[in-house]
Every structure is written in C-alpha cells, then in structure tokens.
C-alpha cells in the first residue's frame, strides 16, 4: 500500500508544478519581435537625441524626443494588446487544470475512500496520530492506517510548497 501514497503524492505534486509553471510563465511573459524593436529603435532615438543637445541643434533634438515619445506609446498598446491575449490564454490554461485538479481529486477519494491509503507506524505519527487515522490502527500490524482525505491534504500542501521551490527551476 505504500506504492498508493506514492502514487498519490507525485500525481498531486505534478499538478502543482503545472500550476506554478502556468502562473511564473504568465507573470515573466516574454517579448515579441515587433516589442523589441520598438524598444531598440527608442534607445538609439533616445542615444542621438542626447547628442543633439546644443542650442543650434535644439529643434533637431526635440523632433527625435516626440518621435521617441510616440514610439514608447506605440509600445505600450503593443504591450497592453499583448497583455490581455495572455490574461485570456491563462484564464483558459487555468480553468482546464482546475477542472482537472478537481476531477482528480474526486476520482482519488472515490478510488480510495473504503480503502486505507498507507499504513504508518504509531511512533512516527505521534503528536497527531487520529488526524492521520482512518478507522483506528490496524489490528494485524499495530500500525495507523491513513486514509485519502488527511492524505490528500498533507500532499496538497507538501507538494504546493515544493511546487512553488521548483517551478522557477524548471523555467529558468
């Protein structure tokens, strides 16, 4: 039965990770070619209006500001357009794995809801042994047997926080 813990444990832990990839992707985005472009025409506006700072040359400068003003505005709806696309996307992507996490759960609970997930020894559940208990201790054995739902809740949260460790490494 310790197979099924296992099992259990790393069918959690990979939906976590799924979802902390879904959310670090959707949070560093990335930058189209048309965005970095406008970004490398700005800076070498920006470069030769700095040049231009003279009296004599001051009109040339401030016609290389305001085209340089208008291409950081450009950029800016290109990114506000770019923004909404990927909000939609991670609202779809989102709703699809929540759908998941809820069947799976709700098939893992069905699957083992008559049935012990693991048996543990007494010693190693000590503080909180009847959190943990499902239906007692196991008469053959001696030991604590464990059930889905306290499983379930250990692993959700086990797996959130190595989720949230090892989905940057994943994306790096």
Known sequence: MA??????????AALHVLDSMLDLAWKR???????LKLRVE??????EASLLSTPSTFAQCAKLKRLSVAKEKELS??????????QSLHDKYG??????KVLTYG????????????????????????????????????????G???WLFLTSRVSKLLSQKLAPIFLH
């Open 77 to 86: 709806k290109l990114q506000q357009l770019d923004i909404k696309g990927k």
């Open 3 to 12: 197979l099924a813990a296992i099992f259990v444990f790393l069918l959690v």
């Open 95 to 100: 709703k699809v794995l929540l759908g998941t």
């Open 29 to 35: 985005g990335s930058l189209s070619d048309a965005q």
């Open 107 to 146: 098939l893992l609970i069905l699957w083992f809801w008559s049935a012990p997930v693991t048996t543990v020894p007494k010693h190693l559940l000590q503080p909180c042994g009847r959190m943990f208990s499902w239906r007692g201790v196991d008469a053959a054995t001696g030991h604590v047997v464990v």
């Open 42 to 47: 700005i800076s070498e506006i920006n470069k």
């Open 148 to 150: 889905i739902l306290p």
